[in-house]
């Protein structure tokens, strides 16, 4: 079996180059060291993905595939999306573009956005997130919003019967960062719960 192990803390592979005093602690350190590059490369590429805020449209990109890949493996055809702030303040519009995208690449998916509030600016007039999500409703029937206007949840996912990913930054704040990262089966509960209340 040729595969590579990532190795356990004070195993050591028999490929691995020791050091050339030898010792027993030098050998545990390299292990150690060798362990957590290799845990650390494994979590990069294949569980979390991490985008700085110069990578906006990279994280956009991927929060895109990341939708649609839930849209098309969900069983039940129901995907909840998740965010706090989802309608307040205004969307990127390269964004706005990859999320109609998905709605319209899967019209037999019904999409529920769980949201806090939807926020008004000063002159009280609707904010512009909803403005747009409003002028595509007519063509999207998949789309229902849900507003928890005193709940307490503050996370961000997306999620279906099949699949989940949490977010670690608001959609309209990219721009600022933003960490994708796998959960089971626990965002779903959550949405299930928060939908048919």
């Given at each position: 079996?040729?595969?590579?192990?990532?190795?356990?803390?004070?195993?050591?592979n028999h490929q691995m180059t020791v050091k050339s005093d030898n010792s027993q602690q030098s050998i545990i350190s390299q292990a150690k060291q060798e362990r957590n590059q290799r845990?650390?490369?494994?979590?990069?590429k294949k569980i979390n993905f991490t985008f700085?805020?110069?990578?906006?449209?990279?994280?956009?990109l991927h929060f895109y595939k990341q939708l649609s890949k839930i849209s098309q493996e969900s069983e039940n055809k129901i995907v909840y999306l998740s965010d706090p702030y989802f309608l307040c303040g205004k969307l990127d519009e390269?964004?706005?573009?990859?999320?109609?995208?998905?709605?319209?690449?899967?019209?037999?998916v019904s999409y529920r956005i769980l949201t806090h509030k939807i926020l008004k600016?000063?002159?009280?007039?609707v904010i512009p997130t909803l403005k747009v999500i409003r002028s595509f409703e007519p063509r999207l029937s998949n789309i229902q919003i849900k507003q928890f206007p005193n709940n307490p949840y503050h996370d961000r996912w997306m999620c279906s019967d099949s699949a989940e990913t949490g977010f670690s930054n608001s959609l309209n704040n990219f721009k600022r960062g933003v960490i994708f990262y796998p959960t089971a089966n626990f965002f779903y509960k959550i949405s299930e719960n928060l939908w048919n209340q």
């Open positions: 079996n040729n595969k590579k192990l990532i190795p356990v803390t004070g195993w050591v845990l650390l490369g494994y979590l990069q700085e805020g110069n990578q906006n449209k990279e994280a956009q390269n964004l706005y573009q990859l999320l109609f995208r998905t709605f319209m690449e899967n019209p037999n600016n000063q002159n009280d007039k």
